[in-house]
Nanobody, 124 residues
Framework: QVQLVESGGGLVQAGGSLRLSCAAS????????MGWFRQAPGKEREFIAA????????YYTDSVRGRFTISRDNAKNTVYLQMNSLKPEDTAVYYC?????????????????WGQGTQVTVSS
């Protein structure tokens, strides 16, 4: 059983920064690719970023590339999302995700495991 628990969301002004964390537990979780999605009100859940179980090969959606950085610490079973230069359109609930499948496929095929989500609100 895989469990994912996000933290670090909150309210920030445009141009500010936040760092999200996702603590993972479960057998073999350190060998799974992990990543982040977000869902704004009235919109579908969208892929943001993911990386391999070794912490390499990060993959970002175009709207956050250059502003967000994903990383992981397998010793702590934790994945992070550093978000800089935040914009009001980044406002959403952010979800941590994990799956055995290659993370490059996650834009088409959603991961199996999800956290409960953490709210990020960016004010203008």
């Amino acid at each position: 059983q895989v469990q994912l628990v996000e933290s670090g969301g909150g309210l920030v002004q445009a141009g500010g920064s936040l760092r999200l964390s996702c603590a993972a537990s479960g057998r073999f979780i350190s060998t799974y690719p992990m990543g982040w999605f977000r869902q704004a009100p009235g919109k579908e859940r969208e892929f943001i970023a993911a990386l391999s179980w070794t912490g390499t090969n990060p993959y970002y959606t175009d709207s956050v590339r250059g502003r967000f950085t994903i990383s992981r610490d397998n010793a702590k079973n934790t994945v992070y999302l550093q978000m800089n230069s935040l914009k009001p359109e980044d406002t959403a609930v952010y979800y941590c995700a994990a799956d055995r499948s290659n993370h490059y496929s996650w834009t088409a095929s959603k991961p199996t495991y999800w956290g409960q989500g953490t709210q990020v609100t960016v004010s203008s």
